[in-house]
């Protein structure tokens, strides 16, 4: 889960990381009076999940509270990348004497955490690692020693950050780490860490990603959800623990293990070519053991999205037997009725595929079509798609 830049900072208010005073707000005239309380210079920043909003017009320096509501009039709705700015975030303008990048994140290849540090930061850091790679530390982390202060302190020696602050860096990039470990997430990024004049080490700004598989440890990480920009869908499949993401095809596509999903992607895209183009609307894996339970909520989501013309089922019976997958459907049409007016072509094998495929044979239901293969499932559902 992505955080707003404000959010982002209500972390690092929580674990120490020194930061601007500031706060949130939907509305020009709230800019103006929390620039008024913090009675000094502002920054007007949108609040999207979007890198690019300085270049945008996103960020605005404000001198006095009239400027901070001219600025929080012009950005509040401003659209950047497809992103529309709903909160704005009024934080105390710092005096910058140096900009400096740091962050933590997984290194996935190789399967361990990385730092990087650059003194080159206020820029996009894919153009540091581009133009001036020798600027950028890359610096593994062991997952078990972690992150304490002298190693903090050797992360922005190799980024190259001034000697005369690697000790006040070293505080900042520690409580960092904290965040990225005791919150579970997979991006902790600022950009800039700043210096002032005074020599102060401030995260002016922040990006945090957090690992949605650790929410059952941290319930407070709920509040942060952006309820109103999640799609609707994804929204109710979440709910019901489901993997799903919503694509912009036409053949809707039910599957167990993101393997076979993801090869029933490529199939039904492939079958479409010759369908008029259909293509999948959806990934929706309902996992290794689901239950009828599980089928039908997926049926349901699936059947819910206004863009799908038909539905593709298809189903590896193994630690998910074909009898359960066959009741699930069974069980989603039945308390659908007539809401139901998609086409379902299923394709059942393995674990308990006759018992399935004579479920839904007695079933006798004028939607759904029995396949034998992948392929045939995926070319029937791309012409009824087309069909409609």
């Known amino acids: 889960m992505d955080l707003f830049e404000y959010q982002a900072k209500e972390l690092f208010v929580k674990h120490g990381v020194p930061s601007s005073e500031g706060r949130v707000t939907d509305s020009a005239e709230d800019a103006r009076a929390i620039a008024e309380e ?57 005096d910058i004497a140096s900009e400096y990048y740091i962050s933590f994140l997984l290194d996935r290849s190789n399967r361990t955490y990385l730092a990087m540090c650059s003194v080159e930061g206020g820029m996009e850091i894919e153009e540091v690692a581009a133009t001036k790679p020798d600027r950028l530390a890359k610096v593994p982390v062991d997952a078990v020693k ?96 489901l993997n799903y993401v919503k694509l912009d095809g036409e053949v809707g596509i039910i599957g167990n293990g993101a393997g076979l999903v993801m090869s029933t992607l490529d199939v039904v895209a492939y079958a479409g070519e010759k369908h008029d183009g259909v293509k999948p609307a959806n990934f929706l894996d309902i996992g290794g053991g689901a239950s009828a339970a599980v089928m039908a909520a997926g049926l349901d989501v699936i059947l819910g999205d206004s863009q799908v013309k038909s539905v593709f089922v298809n189903v590896f019976g193994g630690i998910t037997a074909c009898d359960a997958v066959a009741n699930g459907i069974v069980g989603a049409l039945q308390t659908l009725g007539d809401a139901a007016s998609k086409p379902l072509v299923v394709r059942l094998d393995g674990n308990k595929v006759e018992e399935g495929r004579k479920i839904l044979a007695d079933f006798n239901h004028p939607l759904v079509t029995l396949a034998q293969t992948m392929d045939e499932g995926a070319d029937k559902a791309a012409e009824l798609a087309a069909a409609k």
């Not at 690019?52 to 009039?73: E, W």
């Not at 401003?78 to 934080?91: E, F, Q, R």
């Not at 020696?157 to 000790?167: K, M, S, T, V």
Request: a negative charge; aromatic letters at 4%; glycine letters at 8%.
């Open 146 to 241: 972690g992150v304490d202060l002298a190693f903090a302190r050797s992360i922005a020696e190799q980024g190259h950050l001034p000697a005369d602050i690697l000790d006040a860096a070293a505080v900042t990039i520690q409580k960092l780490w904290e965040v990225f470990i005791k919150e579970d997430a997979t991006l902790v990024e600022v950009n800039p860490l700043v210096r002032t004049p005074d020599n102060e080490i401030l995260a002016l700004d922040g990006k945090v990603t957090l690992d949605e598989n650790a929410e059952f440890r941290h319930p407070d990480h709920l509040e942060f959800a952006d309820i109103e920009a999640t799609d609707p869908l994804e929204l109710k499949a979440k709910e019901n623990d």
């Open 38 to 94: 913090i009675g000094k210079p502002v920054m007007i920043k949108s609040q999207v999940k979007v890198g690019g909003r300085g270049k945008a017009g996103g960020v605005k320096y404000a001198a006095t509270p009239d400027d901070a509501f001219t600025h929080a009039q012009n950005i509040l709705g401003l659209d950047i990348k497809g992103h529309i700015t709903k909160k704005i975030l009024v934080a105390e303008a710092k």
